[in-house]
């Protein structure tokens, strides 16, 4: 399976395999359905012993280990390919990435599956935190404030200020 989802420049594609299965999941430029792995370009691949490696167009890259519901994640950034498993890099690729990629895929029986399976496009810069309040230690006083309407969130990795206090959050999921 592929993605019609494509990212050309930055973006990510994460995704949690389900355990116990052989499968291959990544980025590829090949647009088809073809269940070649070795046509994917930056790919992690599974086995059922819940063990994992990295496989760029099927050369081995490094190996490891994952528990059920671990989350991986493949990311394009400036050109650079990088892999993550639960936020922890685990490799940089040195192939420069391509311009178009998408996610790709290879499942070889049934019940092997991804879940939460999230493209994104681009990897859209944090705004710059706001000034601190007057003073500079932030706001103190018992004052009712009147609720603010809720901010539009980007994707995980989002960092935005909160409209009332101007704290720098981030959205993690």
């Known amino acids: ?19 116990g299965w052989r499968m291959y999941a990544g980025l590829g430029q090949d647009g088809s359905t073809s269940t070649v792995p070795e046509t994917i ?28 519901g671990d989350v991986f994640r493949i990311a394009v950034d400036a050109g650079t390919v990088r892999y993550y498993q639960n936020g922890v890099l685990r490799h940089v690729s040195a192939t420069p990435a391509p311009p178009v990629l998408r996610c790709d895929t290879s499942l070889y029986a049934r019940g092997a599956a991804l879940n939460g399976v999230t493209v994104v496009a681009a990897v859209l810069p944090a705004p710059p935190p706001p000034p601190p309040p007057a ?11 009147p609720e603010p309407p809720v901010p539009v969130l980007g994707p995980a990795g989002f960092a935005f200020a909160d409209p009332v206090f101007g704290s720098r959050m981030l959205r993690v999921t």
């Open 135 to 145: 003073g500079g230690d932030g706001i103190t006083d018992r004052l009712s404030r």
């Open 1 to 19: 399976a592929v993605s019609l989802e494509e990212i050309t420049g930055d973006g990510s594609v994460e995704f949690v395999p389900v355990a």
């Open 41 to 68: 370009d930056y790919a992690f691949s599974f086995w059922p012993d819940n063990t994992w490696d990295i496989r760029e167009r099927g050369t081995y890259r490094k190996e490891g280990k994952f528990a059920p």
